[in-house]
């Protein structure tokens, strides 16, 4: 979980996005954590701070599809792009 998070803190503070290479490396860790460590992936969204109830609705959106990891890999990505809109907007 710690190197997933330290990669997301990376991009979070970066200025160029390339948001497939983005969507990879969160995509992969996040699938990591779901078949390893469920706990550690709630802590994980905690921590970077997506909301319960949309992790919540992730769950049971995704398990009609079966990709839960796609669902909260957009939530990660849509979170630091409003942290990075925000860091923008109030520096």
């Known amino acids: 979980m710690d ?3 330290s ?4 991009l979070d503070k970066t200025t160029s996005w390339n948001e497939e290479s983005i969507y990879d490396v969160i995509h992969q860790g ?4 779901l078949a ?3 706990q ?3 802590q994980l969204l905690y921590r970077i701070d997506i ?3 949309l992790v919540k609705d992730a769950f049971e959106q995704a398990g009609q599809s079966n990709d839960v990891a796609a669902r909260l890999t957009d939530l990660i990505i849509i979170r630091l792009q409003q942290k ?3 860091r923008r907007r109030y520096s």
């Open 84 to 86: 990075a809109e925000i």
């Open 7 to 10: 990669k997301i803190n990376a």
């Open 30 to 33: 996040i699938s990591e954590l």
């Open 36 to 38: 390893r460590d469920l």
């Open 3 to 5: 190197d997933l998070l």
């Open 40 to 42: 550690q992936l709630f």
């Open 51 to 53: 909301k319960e109830n």
